[in-house]
């Protein structure tokens, strides 16, 4: 998105939008759990537990830590990583506050179309 059209959203929006289009990959999901259940950061074991080649683990990887949600550090030639514990619970919380939001709609509200009715 370029500069001056994020100019327009507010910070809160601009970090849900982040944490949302990290969340937005099945593979990034799926890093994420495997990571959240583990003690101690993860090296080269990722691509071992997932069906996709190195190189798509890398991108995955490096998506998840432009948003925040990761980190990693470099041990010899491997690079692990872990939950950054920080982002993580402001992605928590953040990602809560939008869900809690929605106030339950009239019922009449974009009810479903009944079939009595025709579109020319």
Known sequence: MELTKTRTFTQRDLRTARYAKAL???????????LAQ????VCGDLVDEL???QSTVSQHLKELKEA??????????????CIDPKEWAMAQRTLVELMASFRKAD??????????????
Not at 24 to 34: G, N, S, T, Y
Not at 38 to 41: A, K, L, T
């Open 68 to 81: 925040g949600l990761i980190q990693g550090t470099i041990a010899g030639t491997n690079v692990c990583y």
């Open 51 to 53: 069906p996709l080649a």
């Open 107 to 120: 019922a009449a509200c974009c009810a479903p179309i009944t079939g009595t009715e025709t579109d020319n």
């Open 24 to 34: 937005a990959h099945p593979a990034r999901v799926a890093i994420l759990r495997l």
């Open 38 to 41: 583990r003690d101690s950061c």
